[in-house]
């Protein structure tokens, strides 16, 4: 019992220790600064992740202290885009959805770099709205654990009245896109893999690259990367890391030559299991817990048992009690009758005297 519990302690202190190593976060660079009215800045979105990554996201809202002007992805460690970055002047965000093929080792990256103006004096800070960091586990786990955000300070321009501008309509193309789809889309269907459901592909590009996205209703999206067999095959289980619902998943293969499919056919996966719904560390508290209980159970069972046993112990010697009782007093009373037998009485009385109190003493002892 006391391995048991030590057992237990161990794990929950382990799952109490901090995991910064797997922790991921999105930020600004620099994560401060001071301008003057009519300055044009550049600041760059990046993530900075302990484990390797494969995939970013994020919405970016800027104040109307600034004027968003363009984007740039050149220094990228991004190099597909599922969807085009953009801006909106008039809503003052940054959109990106983006995937690293092969994955990303490094400490820092680059996602995005973004030129601004800045129109108004004021203080403040540049935050996401929204981001997602998925490891390059083969999961599709999103490792995210928080935002830092940009702080900064406008002071008027020196020696002259702070201009009064307002955030121009036009809106600044960005960069060039990415070249469209050009290859035969895969097919796919969902089928079962060693026990867990998987989203099983066909394509006419051997040993390429292929990207499976599995998106919900909400519309968040997990990005699996795999590679083609030597017939253009593919075979992707359905992520532990996605939470019960239903889900629809589609893929497309990229060839060595960076030219890409278009998207395959839709498929519909639905994931039920109450687990799914759980993090890792949650699934971890839920076993241990279960392993409590299943151990506790093991011990109440065990003591019923034992109890029983007693119980039914003590009724097997009463009864023999009773019958040692009786065929005692039937001895006396054969004596009683037989007055001559006196002597015989009182060595029958103490026969059994001695008899019942070791029967019970026996008693007792159980």
Partial sequence: ???????????????????????????????????????????????ESGVPINAVSAI?????????????????????????PSFSKNAGTVSLEGVTLG???????????VRAKVVKDGSGSIAFKSGQILANDGEGTDIISGFRTFS???????????????????EIQPERP?????????????????????????????????LVTFQSADGTKIFLQGRTDDRGGFLVSVPSALKRGTYSA????????????????????IVGS???????????????????????????????????????RIREESREVQGTVRKSFKLLNQDIADVASTREIKKDLKNSEETILEEIKEVGDT
């Fill in 250 to 269: 589609t893929a497309l293969v990229i060839t060595q030559e960076q030219l890409y499919t278009a998207p395959s056919n839709r498929v519909t996966v």
């Fill in 274 to 312: 109450p687990f799914s719904d759980l993090s890792p560390e949650s699934r971890l508290v839920a076993i241990i817990l279960l392993l409590v209980i299943l151990y506790l159970g093991a011990v109440l069972l065990v003591y019923i048992l034992k109890v029983r046993r007693v119980r039914a």
């Fill in 60 to 84: 970016v809202s800027f104040p109307p202290i600034f004027s968003i002007e363009s984007i740039s992805k050149s220094d990228s460690i991004l190099n597909f885009w599922v969807s085009e």
């Fill in 103 to 113: 994955g990303f080792s490094g400490k820092i990256g680059t996602v995005l770099t």
């Fill in 178 to 210: 990415q070249e469209p789809a050009t290859l035969t889309a895969p097919e796919l269907i969902v089928s079962q893999s060693f026990g867990r459901e998987a989203v099983i592909g066909t394509s006419r590009y051997p040993q390429s690259q292929t």
């Fill in 1 to 47: 019992m006391n391995k048991f519990w030590k057992i237990v302690f161990v794990l929950l202190v382990l799952l109490g220790a901090p995991r910064g190593a797997e922790a991921a976060t999105l930020g600004m660079n620099p994560p401060s600064a001071t301008f003057e009215v009519g300055d044009r800045v550049i600041l760059q979105v990046q993530v």
């Fill in 152 to 170: 900064y300070e406008v002071k008027p321009k020196t020696g002259v009245s702070p201009p009064v501008e307002k955030t121009e309509e036009l």
